[in-house]
């Protein structure tokens, strides 16, 4: 990440809910993560939170790994003037 994006991303986490913190926390490593973990750092309702994290502007990448598992990882985060 730049300097700006790390700024953005420190702002973000502290104006997002816990569940949705959570799930930045996690993917904000860069790495790919699966289902299972997104279940258990948030919810079984993952797929709803990432769906608001991408309407917030965050870009979540997915790949199918077959049958019905993904993965997920975060690539972007939306500049720091929207976190306010």
Do not use: C
Not at 17 to 43: C, F, I, K
């Amino acid at each position: 990440m730049t300097r700006e994006e790390r700024e953005s991303y420190r702002a973000w986490l502290e104006v997002l809910p816990n569940y949705e913190r959570s799930m930045v926390t996690m993917l904000g490593d860069g790495q790919w993560h699966s289902q299972q973990d997104m279940v258990d750092a948030t919810s079984f309702r993952f797929g709803a939170i990432i769906h608001t994290l991408r309407k917030k502007g965050f870009d979540i990448e997915k790949r199918h790994l077959g049958g019905t598992l993904w993965e997920y990882r975060l690539v972007g985060v939306p500049s720091r003037s929207e976190a306010a």
